[in-house]
């Protein structure tokens, strides 16, 4: 009765990771906020030397009911070390790490804790263990998986390609107002600098457009990304800020399995709010909203006061920021969206700000 429950559990445990490679399969390799799961599945640790995790669980469950058949408890106690290892150090990177955490992951580990669990009483049916080189034959694969993980290569966590032409963008209200006009796709979208919130000088050589969500934590990280970019070339760069906000009370293009964040609307209108009404104070609002966002809200309603804040124009970029979001996820929908130049887009959170830098210095032919 007990190896049938062992049975069953490894047979779970296949069964889940092959879901996690078809998720991990579905949402391609870039890490950012825009579905179930991409915080985890899309993020460095979801790699070790360029495989995805879950072939590695695949392969510990097909080893483990091996040595179950072939009644080798040598091997089967390696494999449940291996599998107690694995599951301390994936929660503690989810928990301390990415703060994210993945339902389906957390399902794989509560499954390998059943195999453990189960398998250490199946081992006291067989053979004596010699424990020393079962917990070594466990131990040095999960601990050479995790040096891999940390200094090892990093692997791209973003990608840069040139977009699908932006036709089906029918509203020219970015490019509203009198001032500088920056252009993308051959001018087929079209941005005023002066009249859209803007971190850094007008007359910036290069202005970049981001898209994002102020409660999305990878759009947190590549605004510090952006600030650290800036920060080393002050004149060159500006930012035109456009808030994308996962919240269906004002975006209704979300799909059922889109990640949601509530509170995002208000918080967006806010930050656009402070733009329209006091645009000399926007920077130190938008900054204070990713630090903390009910700070943030507080700030905001100090800096407008009693000020018009133009509920129509705040609705339709809204409107207008969600509907290129969906144009521009052609292959991806993650957040944040980084356009470049012409047709150059970066969907996603580059794996870490040394990245990011080279990146974009080789994109805009920055002097390092």
């Known amino acids: 009765m007990k190896a049938r429950w062992l049975w069953l559990l490894i047979a779970a445990g296949v069964a889940i990771q092959v879901w996690l490679l078809v998720l991990k399969s579905s ?37 483990t009911g091996i040595a179950l058949k072939w009644r080798r408890p040598g091997l089967l106690a390696s494999c449940l070390v291996l599998l107690g290892g694995a599951v301390v150090w994936f929660v503690g990177v989810q928990a301390f790490v990415l703060h994210h955490f993945c339902g389906w992951c957390l399902a794989a580990h509560g499954v390998a804790l059943g195999t453990i669990g189960m398998g250490w009483r199946e081992l006291r049916g067989m053979a004596s263990v010699n424990w020393l080189p079962a917990v070594g034959g466990g131990l040095a694969p999960m601990g050479g998986a995790i040096l891999i993980q940390v200094f090892g290569p990093v692997p791209a966590t973003h990608r840069i390609e040139e977009t699908a032409p932006v036709a089906a963008v029918v509203t020219d209200v970015h490019a509203q107002g009198g001032g500088r006009k920056v252009s993308f796709d051959g001018g087929a979208k079209r941005y005023d600098v002066e009249a859209l919130p803007r971190l850094g000088p007008a007359d910036a050589k290069h202005v970049l457009v981001e898209y994002f969500d102020y409660q999305c934590p990878a759009c947190r990280t590549m605004h510090g990304f952006l600030e650290t970019l800036r920060a080393r070339h002050p004149r ?23 990640t949601v964040h509530e509170g995002s609307c208000e918080i967006s209108r806010a930050a656009l709010a402070v733009w329209r009404s006091a645009p000399g104070e926007f920077e130190e609002v938008h900054h204070a909203l990713f630090a903390d966002a009910q700070a943030g809200l507080r700030l905001a309603r100090e800096k407008v006061g009693g000020g018009a804040k133009d509920e129509a124009w705040i609705d339709e970029m809204l409107r207008v920021d969600a509907e290129d979001w969906v144009v521009f996820s052609s292959k991806t929908k993650q957040l944040p969206k980084l356009l470049i130049a012409d047709r150059r887009i970066l969907h996603g959170l580059p794996s870490s700000e040394e990245d990011f830098v080279r990146v974009m210095e080789g994109e805009l032919g920055l002097a390092k």
């Open 27 to 63: 949402l391609g390799d870039v890490a950012g906020c825009g579905s179930t799961c991409d915080e985890v599945l899309s993020s460095r640790w979801s790699f070790v030397a360029g495989v995805p995790v879950p072939w590695f669980g695949l392969v510990t469950y097909v080893v």
């Open 236 to 258: 060159e760069i500006a930012v035109i800020v456009l808030p994308v906000a996962l919240e269906r009370s004002c975006n209704r293009l979300l799909g059922p399995k889109d």
